[in-house]
């Protein structure tokens, strides 16, 4: 069995692959906290009933591609956040000069984002705990 056809695996690697790019999303907001007329964005979080449709269809032959090797096709978009839909996100009015970042609220997500983040992974390293004693490896 392949871990990453396993719905809890699936559901733990796309919820971190959205945690990775809203940091990136964040971390920009941050770095441009005193440019000019920029405007705070942030990801829209993934539709957790859609990734629920989508795990409870993964069972059903598919007409689209297969990838037997992890060279043959990239599965992560190109685009700076990763697929995931970004969006306008001003944490406080616009400033004089236009910019709409607040690092107070910048530094809240972030810091939500990596609680999250830090979730996920021992959820992850939990099941692949199970996993092993399942099968009678402990160490």
């Known amino acids: ?5 396993i719905p809890l695996f699936s559901a733990l690697r796309e919820r971190m692959s959205w945690l990775n790019a809203r940091q990136g999303t964040l971390s920009q907001n941050v770095a441009n906290a005193d440019t000019p007329g920029y405007g705070a964005r942030d990801l829209k979080a993934p539709d957790f ?3 629920l449709r989508k795990s409870a269809n993964s069972g059903e032959a598919s007409s689209g591609l297969r990838t037997t090797n992890t060279r043959h096709i990239a599965l992560q978009s190109s685009s700076e956040t990763g697929g995931f839909t970004d969006y306008a996100a001003p944490d406080v009015e616009a400033s004089l000069n236009g910019n709409s970042v607040s690092l107070e609220g910048e530094m809240m ?3 939500d984002t990596q609680a999250s983040y830090q979730a996920a992974t021992n959820i992850y390293s939990k099941a692949i705990d199970m996993m092993r004693i399942a099968i009678g490896r402990t160490g």
Request: aromatic share 0%; no cysteine; charged share 25%.
């Open 1 to 5: 069995m392949n871990l990453p056809d």
């Open 49 to 51: 009933e859609a990734l």
């Open 109 to 111: 997500k972030m810091a």
